[in-house]
């Protein structure tokens, strides 16, 4: 048991790291301009033009690093930062976000595997931790509680590996398209990649940090008496 809170603070520990990593690496490239002095509107329009994409709207968001496509509305959602920020910091996140949007266009497989679990993932996130709660209180009389929340949590956690191929090649093909299309040169292009594989690492830790969860409540429900 010693163990597990060990692995549960050295996965706490890495994730604050990596966010203040990331945190600190858009604040640099924020200030980085952009080669043809496009904002992240600008290059999001570009990007699903070059794609042939017509039916997709950028908007404007509130917050930080709230950046996300919806396909359900096709939307490309940027912070305002990102949305009229003429930098590299933003043209990577805007790009990055219109890679989902291509991967929809496209069907990606795994992009198409995520949503098809969405529905099940937002109903297990509601209730999930009432249910593990509930389960390790009464693990010893009525185990099946327990084993009902493993299952939810173990959907979350397949989801969280499933979204790791979306992120990334969302990412690839933003940064070879900002690349070909002269948002980034020899000097910025390096930025844009050192920001987006930050981001990454996020999606990385976070699928890692569920499946040791997981394993922990297997571990409860295993070692009941």
Same mark, same amino acid.
Not at 18 to 34: A, D, G, M
Not at 39 to 53: P, T
Not at 172 to 191: E, F, M, P
């Given at each position: @048991?010693?163990?597990?809170?060990?692995?549960?603070?050295?996965?706490? !520990?890495? +994730?604050?790291?990596?966010?203040?990593?990331?945190?600190?690496?858009?604040?640099?490239?924020?200030?980085?301009?952009?080669?043809?002095?496009? %904002?992240?509107?600008?290059?999001?329009?570009? @990007?699903?033009?070059?794609?042939?994409?017509?039916?997709?709207? *950028?908007?404007? *968001?509130?917050?930080?690093?709230?950046?996300?496509?919806?396909?359900?509305?096709?939307?490309?959602?940027? %912070?305002? %930062?990102?949305?009229?920020?003429?930098? *590299?910091?933003?043209?990577?996140?805007?790009?990055?976000?219109?890679?989902?949007?291509?991967?929809?266009?496209?069907?990606?497989?795994? !992009?198409?595997?995520? &949503?098809?679990? /969405?529905?099940? /993932?937002?109903? +297990?996130?509601?209730?999930?931790?009432?249910?593990?709660?509930? =389960?390790?209180?009464? /693990?010893? +009389?009525?185990?099946?509680?327990? !084993?009902?929340?493993?299952?939810?949590?173990?959907?979350?956690?397949?989801?969280?590996?499933?979204?790791?191929?979306?992120?990334?090649?969302?990412?690839?093909?933003?940064?070879?398209?900002?690349?070909?299309?002269? /948002?980034?040169? &020899?000097?910025?292009?390096?930025?844009?990649?050192?920001?987006?594989?930050?981001? =990454?690492?996020?999606?990385?830790?976070?699928?890692?940090? &569920?499946?040791?969860?997981?394993?922990?409540?297997?571990?409860?429900?295993?070692?009941?008496?």
């Amino acid at each position: @048991m010693i163990g597990s809170w060990i692995l549960f603070i050295g996965f706490a !520990l890495v +994730s604050w790291w990596i966010s203040n990593q990331l945190k600190r690496r858009f604040e640099e490239y924020s200030h980085i301009p952009t080669s043809n002095g496009m %904002s992240g509107k600008e290059v999001a329009l570009k @990007m699903l033009r070059d794609h042939n994409i017509y039916g997709v709207t *950028v908007q404007s *968001v509130e917050g930080q690093l709230t950046d996300h496509y919806n396909p359900e509305n096709k939307t490309v959602n940027l %912070s305002q %930062s990102v949305y009229y920020g003429s930098n *590299v910091a933003a043209a990577a996140v805007a790009a990055h976000e219109c890679g989902h949007a291509v991967q929809h266009a496209t069907a990606y497989q795994w !992009l198409g595997l995520r &949503s098809s679990l /969405v529905p099940a /993932v937002s109903f +297990s996130s509601k209730w999930i931790q009432w249910i593990l709660l509930a =389960g390790i209180l009464m /693990v010893n +009389s009525f185990p099946q509680i327990l !084993l009902a929340g493993i299952v939810l949590f173990a959907l979350t956690t397949l989801f969280s590996f499933i979204t790791l191929p979306v992120e990334l090649n969302a990412s690839h093909r933003a940064l070879v398209w900002i690349r070909n299309s002269g /948002v980034t040169n &020899s000097y910025t292009h390096d930025k844009a990649e050192d920001a987006l594989k930050w981001a =990454g690492y996020t999606y990385v830790v976070a699928a890692l940090g &569920s499946l040791a969860t997981l394993l922990y409540y297997i571990m409860i429900f295993l070692g009941r008496r």
